[in-house]
């Protein structure tokens, strides 16, 4: 992981969506809440408040990808969907030698720029 703190730069951050009017939380971002049907504009994203949805979650599942595309320079990558505590579930990379299922691990969020294009802000679970 990059320790940002000695750069100029802000860390990389994702962002979960709470409705103002009912406290809801989403991620990703829905156009109309499911609990109390408000929606959010898509533009300016009133009557929704980000957050950074980072830090301690629980791992539900995970799998080993070994096909991976012509660059990589690893053997295989793992990828798992967590849940906060907050119970929002999001999926990355695990960076672990043997992951299980059910174990605690800590979100953070990179920048990775493994693929063609302009770099992506991705979880890593450790």
Same mark, same amino acid.
């Given at each position: ?50 957050f950074d949805l980072e830090g301690?979650?629980? $791992? ?6 070994? @096909?991976?595309?012509? #660059?990589?320079?690893? /053997?295989?990558?793992? !990828?798992?969907?967590?849940q906060f505590e907050n119970g ?16 605690? $691990? ?6 990775? @720029?493994?693929?063609? #294009?302009?770099?992506? /802000?991705?979880?890593? !679970?450790?």
């Open positions: 992981m990059i320790d940002f703190s000695m750069y100029d730069v802000k860390a990389p951050k994702i962002s979960g969506f709470r409705c103002e009017k009912c406290g809801s939380e989403y991620y990703p971002a829905p156009m109309i809440c499911g609990k109390c049907n408000s929606r959010r504009d898509p533009v300016t994203g009133k009557g929704w408040v980000k301690p979650c629980t $791992l539900l599942t995970w799998t080993r990808v070994w @096909n991976l595309p012509e #660059g990589y320079t690893k /053997k295989f990558l793992l !990828f798992g969907i967590v929002l579930r999001a999926s990355g990379r695990i960076e672990l030698d043997e992951p299980k299922t059910g174990m605690k $691990l800590t979100a953070s969020v990179e920048e990775s @720029n493994e693929r063609p #294009g302009k770099p992506v /802000k991705i979880f890593v !679970f450790s």
